[in-house]
C-alpha cells in the first residue's frame, strides 16, 4: 500500500498548490471537502458530489459514533462502503462537536463525558476513544482529539486549553500507532494569541504529524481576526506538510487563507446554505427566494456548467424553494459545491501560473460589481 | 407536427399492449406515469426519472395553478421547459384536487369557487378555465374537468354527479377546441353502477375523446369493488383508444387492471412511500425503518439495478432514513420508480408473449414469498 505524501508543484507568495497522494486517490490541494456529516453530503448522491470536482469528504465522528455507530460501521466493511465513497475520507475527532452539539458535558484530563442530542444515551470521547473510533471508521486522515474553546475567551482559558490539547495531541499520536497509508493531523490552537499559536505549533512539530490543522478559528471571532491570526499562524507550522483551516468558510475567507498559506479547507457553507435557498455565486450570496426571481427566466449563473443552472430559470428555483420541495435542496447544493470547487481550481491554477494577485483581484472585483441583474 | 395517435400491438385476454404516439415522444403502454405534482417529481431529477423508464410525467392543475400560477408557467415556456422535461405530460384537471385540498369551495353548474390551502386566495375553477389552465401549462394529455365523489355514496347522488361530469365534459370538449398533437380525455364517472357507468361511457363516445380515463375509483372502495368495477367498465369505453385508470395504485392493483384492459396509470405511492421509508419489490412492501434493517450488508434487493440496490446497504438505507437525511428519499424514491416502471415493462413484456397468466402467477408467488430475510 502507497504511502501517505504531499508535494507542492507550485507557490506563489505564500500560497501553495500541489497534491496529496493516499492510497484511496489524490488530493489537489488548494483543496475543499464538502461535510458529509452523518455518512450523507446532504441532498448529494456521492457521484454527484464527486463530479462537481471534489477529491474527499469530510465525516463527523461524533455524529457517526451516535448514528449508526463506529463498530456497526466497522462491521459493515467501514464508511466508505457505507456510504458509496471511494475516494479519501478526513474525519474530524469529535472535539469540536461535543462541545456545540452535545448535553450535560463533563470534561476531565482524561476526555469528556457526554449525553448524545439524539436520544440522550451516555457517551466518553478521549483521545484513545476517538482514535479508534476513526479507525473504526476507516478514515484515511484522522485528527487528533482537541479541545476548542469559544472566541472570546480569556489568555488564561486560552492558555490552559491549548496546554491541554497538546497533551491530547501527543496521546493522540500514541493511540493511532503507525498505519501507513493513513495520516494524522495535528491541530494547532492557542487563540488570538501569536505566541501561544507558536508553542502550539513548537509541541506539535516536536510530536510529529503527516499534516497540520489551524484549529480554533471561525468561531466567532471575524474575517478581520482570522486573517490577522492566518498572517502567522500556518508560517509557525511545517512548511512541507499539509496546513488544513478547520470549518472555512465562506469564498472570500478561503480565498484570504490560501493567500496566506492554507491548502484544505472543510465548511457547512455550501449545502447548508443551499437547503435554505442560498446560492454561492462568482457575483456573491443570492437569495433565490427573493420575489425578484418569480418570473426570472435567466439561469442562476449563465457561465456556470451545473444541472441547477444549465437546466432551470432563476423562476424554477424559485418555485421549488418556496413549494420546499426536494429538488430545490438538490439543485441549490450541487451548484454550491460546484461553485466551491470551481473556485479552487481557480486558485491552484492560479497559483501554478503565478498570477494569484490578479486571480484574487478579479474574484473581488466580481463579488464588488454584486448585481446579478446587470448580469 | 405529427398527430396524437394510439396503437396497439398485442392484446392476451383483456389486456393490451402497444403506444401512444405524440409530437414528444411515444408513450409504451400499459404505462406508468410518476405524479410531478408542484412541477417535480419530488426528491428526483427529471432525468434520472426517465432513467427508471418513465415516458411520460403527470402534473397537477391544481398545484401549478396556485403555485407558480398557469400564466407564470406559460410566459416561461410552458411546464416542460420550466420542469426540464422534454417527454409528454398529462396533466389532470383540477377537479379531484378541488375536492380533497382546497378550502370553503362553493360549487355550482358553472364550476367551483375554493380558496388556496396555500395561501387562502380565492380561486374558481370550470372546463372552460381548467382547459385554458392546462393549455397555459403545455399538456399533451389534458383531461376533461369533472367531479369525483367520494365513495361511498347514495346512488342518487353518484347519478346526479355523474350526469354534471358528463355535461362538464361536452363543455371541455367546446373549449379545447382542435389542438393538432394534443390529446383530450374524456372521464367515465358512475360509481360502482353498472348502469350508471354504461350511460357515462355512451355520453363520452357520443362527445368523442382521444382517450378516456375510469374516474372515481381508488378512492376507498377497496380492491375488491374495484377490480368488480374494472371487470365491466372498461369493456364499456372505445377499445381503439387509451384507457386510463386515474391515481391507481399498487402493483397489484396494476397488474389487476392491466388484466382488465386499462392502459395507463399514475400514482403518488411509489415517490410519496419512499419518503416514509416504504419500499416496494417484487416481494411486496419493505419498511427500512424496521430495526432488522440496521445491521444488514445485503442490497434491498439484490437482483435491482437501481442506485438504491446497486450501491447501498440496507444498513445504509435504514441509518439515512432514520437521520431524516434527504438522500434517504432520492434513494428509495428511486428505487420505488425503478421498481414501478420494470413492473411495466415485464407487463408490456408478458402481453407481447401471450403469457400473461404466467406472469401474474408468478408475481402473486413472489409476493407471497414475501419475507425478504429469506433472500
Request: with cysteine; net charge negative.
Amino acid at each position: 500500500m502507497s504511502r501517505f505524501s504531499f508535494t507542492i508543484a507550485a507557490t506563489d507568495g505564500k500560497a501553495r498548490t500541489g497534491q496529496i497522494d493516499t492510497p484511496r486517490g489524490e488530493i489537489r490541494t488548494p483543496a475543499f471537502m464538502p461535510v458529509g456529516t452523518a455518512a450523507t453530503v446532504k441532498a448529494m448522491l456521492p457521484e454527484n458530489v464527486r463530479a462537481t470536482g471534489a477529491d474527499i469528504l469530510l465525516g463527523n465522528t461524533y455524529h457517526l459514533m451516535l448514528r449508526p455507530g463506529a463498530e456497526r460501521v466497522a462491521n459493515l466493511g467501514g464508511l466508505h462502503k457505507f456510504m458509496n465513497w471511494d475516494r479519501p475520507i478526513l474525519t474530524d475527532s469529535g472535539g469540536f462537536q461535543v462541545m456545540s452539539l452535545a448535553d450535560l458535558r463533563k470534561m476531565s484530563e482524561e476526555g469528556v463525558r457526554f449525553k448524545s442530542h439524539i436520544d440522550g444515551s451516555e457517551h466518553f470521547l478521549s483521545p484513545e476513544r476517538s482514535m479508534e473510533i476513526q479507525k473504526l471508521l476507516g478514515s484515511d486522515i484522522v485528527m487528533c482529539f482537541d479541545e476548542c474553546p469559544a472566541l472570546p475567551a480569556d489568555r488564561p482559558a486560552i492558555e490552559k486549553s491549548m496546554e491541554l490539547s497538546m497533551r491530547w495531541a501527543q496521546r493522540s499520536r500514541d493511540a493511532f500507532g503507525d498505519r501507513p497509508g493513513h495520516a494524522l493531523f495535528g491541530i494547532q490552537q492557542g487563540g488570538l494569541e501569536q505566541d501561544l499559536r507558536a508553542r502550539s505549533a513548537e509541541a506539535l512539530t516536536a510530536i510529529g504529524f503527516d499534516g497540520y490543522a489551524v484549529g480554533g478559528l471561525a468561531v466567532g471571532e471575524g474575517q478581520d481576526a482570522m486573517f490577522g491570526c492566518l498572517d502567522y499562524a500556518p508560517d509557525q507550522l511545517p512548511a512541507d506538510k499539509p496546513r488544513y483551516l478547520m470549518g472555512v468558510g465562506k469564498p472570500d475567507d478561503i480565498v484570504g487563507a490560501v493567500q496566506r498559506g492554507i491548502d484544505m479547507f472543510d465548511c457547512v457553507l455550501p449545502s447548508r446554505s443551499g437547503r435554505t435557498g442560498q446560492a454561492q455565486t462568482r457575483f456573491g450570496q443570492v437569495n433565490i427566494r427573493n420575489a425578484r426571481h418569480a418570473d426570472d427566466p435567466r439561469p442562476l449563473d449563465p457561465e456556470c456548467t451545473c444541472p441547477a443552472c444549465s437546466n432551470y430559470s432563476r423562476a424554477y428555483l424559485h418555485h421549488v424553494n418556496k413549494a420546499q420541495e426536494i429538488i430545490a435542496s438538490m439543485l441549490l447544493t450541487w451548484h454550491n459545491l460546484h461553485y466551491y470547487q470551481e473556485l479552487m481550481q481557480g486558485l491552484r491554477d492560479a497559483i501554478s501560473a503565478g498570477n494569484l494577485d490578479d486571480f484574487v483581484a478579479a474574484f473581488h472585483a466580481r463579488r464588488a460589481d454584486g448585481d446579478m441583474e446587470r448580469l
